[in-house]
């Protein structure tokens, strides 16, 4: 079973709201990774996770902000976002965080505007 | 830096013809992994294939093969037979050690239409 899931599948919020994006897999990977994908570009590296602890932070503005619970689960919050943060999020995970470790696997992405 | 390009933006062709994805990748390590995804309109990312840098044997599944060839740091897909199906963004993606982590670079994407 390779299936990352992630709720919700589309998010509408204004500029002074508050959202939690969310990311789970069973798969017992212990990397997990936001990205975001503007229309018809590659996606982009945010954050990584390895073994619960944030290892990279892509320079995302602090309006961003992720958290780990634990092994199984990643969330994105979002507050005070801007309408240019309207993308795709996508969440993955791999084996462990290095390379020998390394296809990461995509969950289906919440689309998120932001008005 | 790593780097992928995908010259082809988009590809139209009729169903049943086949279809060749360029990839091309710039990298310093010796030690690389390389991938292809494929994204339909529902945007979630399949991951369709992984390849080492050491293992330049060429791969068939099904309707799919890709030939690595490391002389031209090349990492085609071909798309046996298209069907509509096969209509969607495919990246190509370059995986580097970076510091301990795996940092992933993409190319731009293939969007492929297969026409019925």
């Known amino acids: 079973d390779t299936e990352v899931t992630q709720t919700p599948k589309h998010l509408v919020m204004g500029m002074t709201n508050k959202k939690s994006l969310k990311c789970e897999q069973h798969m017992g990977h212990r990397a997990m990774y936001w990205y975001k994908q503007k229309a018809k570009k590659p996606p982009e590296l945010m954050f990584v996770y390895s073994y619960e602890k944030l290892s990279i932070n892509e320079s995302v503005p602090s309006r961003f902000s992720p958290e780990c619970p634990n092994s199984s689960l990643l969330n994105l919050h979002l507050h005070a976002l801007q309408p240019e943060d309207s993308a795709l999020y996508l969440c993955a995970s791999s084996q462990g965080p290095g390379t020998g470790k390394g296809t990461q696997y995509f969950g289906p992405g919440t689309r998120l505007t932001v008005l | 830096a790593q780097k992928v390009t995908q010259a082809q933006t988009e590809i139209s062709v009729v169903e049943k013809e086949d279809v060749t994805l360029d990839c091309v990748y710039e990298t310093r390590d010796t030690t690389y992994y390389l991938f292809w995804y494929k994204q339909p309109p529902s945007g979630e990312l399949v991951f369709l294939i992984r390849?080492?840098?050491?293992?330049?044997q060429n791969e068939i599944s099904g309707r799919y093969s890709w030939n690595f060839q490391k002389s031209t740091s090349s990492f085609n897909f071909t798309i046996t037979a298209s069907q509509v199906v096969d209509s969607a963004v495919y990246f190509c993606a370059l995986s580097e050690n970076s510091g301990g982590y795996q940092k992933v670079t993409f190319g731009t994407g293939t969007k492929l239409q297969v026409i019925p």
């Open positions: 390849r080492n840098s050491f293992d330049e």
